[in-house]
């Protein structure tokens, strides 16, 4: 399995530092600025691991998450939410949680961003 991360997230500075951390790390970063782009990077083979923004405009997090998995996308990654969010699970998402792996608050730690990542791609290789 490869070694890949998507970043999911509006704010370009957030898709670059975290891009480049995991980079560092020995990780290869994906960034997407959100729906669309997500669905793209799936719809070429993209396999790995999504940490997923949930507020973002247009079509927020848990709407890219459903079509994710509407699309069968999900089988080859492992969602993980990094929001800023106070609550990450809104009525709107209760069928969703089941196919999120991990929750990560922003502004998160360095050192939990990279140790998610790793762990998380151990999923997808068991």
């Not at 973002?56 to 709407?63: H, I, L, V």
Request: charge should be negative; proline fraction near 4%; charged fraction near 35%.
């Amino acid at each position: 399995m490869d070694k890949k991360v998507m970043i999911v997230d509006d704010e370009l500075d957030t898709r670059d530092a975290l891009s480049r951390l995991l980079t560092r790390n020995g990780l290869e970063a994906t960034a997407a600025s959100g729906f669309d782009e997500c669905l793209e990077h799936l719809k070429g083979g993209f396999r790995g691991v999504i940490f997923m923004d949930l507020i973002m405009p247009k079509k927020d997090g848990w709407d890219t998450i459903r079509e994710i998995v509407e699309r069968g996308y999900n089988e080859h990654t492992v969602i993980v939410l990094l929001t800023a969010s106070m609550d990450p699970t809104p009525p709107k998402s209760k069928d969703l949680i089941k196919h999120v792996t991990d929750y990560i608050q922003k502004p998160a730690d360095i050192k939990d961003i990279v140790e998610t990542a790793k762990r998380c791609l151990g999923h997808l290789e068991n």
